[in-house]
């Protein structure tokens, strides 16, 4: 299986600051007959699911302000938001989709400093 | 709108059976694979199980694997996870969710229903 690792479990951030979430694989997630990352982000807030931030790795979904950016390939990446807000304040996953089993990151705890 | 809603959770003894069902609407169901997903008590995300569209395609993490199956009936949007030979460590709030497909590929998942809660306990 893959193992997906994210860093750090808990993050800190002041309102209007920048947070960046990371997450590595234990094998590469590029798929070179496409030129694709196959790595998802999620955000969960308490008492919700998940719901969908990034695709392809980099690729925000329908309706995700452009504050939060993925970036990355291979085996690292990363989830961004440039200014936090007080919505924002959520568990964040990171998921691999490259092979079954569709393995997730343990989660980062994003709060507020 | 696009819905998925679990039902089938509540509390089973140890070694018992227990059938979850995921009703969808609002999307032409038939045209996306789904899966299931659970989240232990205060834990992370564990991906299951999904089937694809037609039901041919079926994939298993290896933590339910021999005692979990996943089915569909297309006609009803249903999708089903039948969970066999219970154990304490299978509590947790199971989802049921939709692919997400972008030029064709899946990538990830769109549509999460609320989850339905299993407790296995004596």
């Known amino acids: 299986d893959i193992v997906m690792t994210q860093s750090p479990d808990s993050l800190p951030v002041s309102l209007g600051e920048r947070a960046t979430i990371s997450c590595r694989s234990n094998?590469?997630?590029?798929?070179?007959?496409?030129?694709?990352?196959?790595l998802s982000w999620y955000q969960q807030k308490p008492g919700q699911s998940p719901k969908l931030l990034i695709y392809w790795a980099s690729s925000r979904q329908s309706g995700v302000p452009d504050r939060f950016s993925g970036s990355g390939s291979g085996t690292d990446f990363s989830l961004t938001i440039s200014r936090l807000q007080a919505e924002d304040v959520a568990v964040y996953f990171c998921?691999?989709?490259?092979?079954?089993?569709?393995?997730f990151g343990q989660g980062t705890k994003l709060e507020l400093k | 709108e696009v819905q998925l809603v679990e039902s089938g959770g509540g509390v089973v003894q140890p070694g018992r059976s227990r059938r979850l069902s995921c009703a969808a609407s609002?999307?032409?169901?038939?045209?996306?694979?789904m899966h299931w997903v659970r989240q232990r008590p205060g834990g992370g995300l564990e991906w299951l199980s999904g089937i694809s569209w037609s039901g041919s395609t079926i994939s298993y993490a290896g933590s339910v694997k021999g005692r979990f199956t996943i089915s569909r009936d297309n006609a009803n949007h249903l999708v089903f996870l039948q969970m066999n030979g219970l154990r304490p460590d299978d509590t947790a709030v199971y989802y049921c969710a939709k692919v997400f497909t972008n030029s064709g590929y899946a990538v990830g998942f769109d549509t999460w229903g609320r989850g339905t809660l299993v407790t296995v306990s004596s």
């Open positions: 609002g999307f032409t169901f038939d045209d996306y694979a």
């Open positions: 998921q691999q989709y490259y092979t079954t089993p569709y393995t």
């Open positions: 094998q590469s997630l590029y798929y070179s007959s496409n030129d694709k990352n196959y």
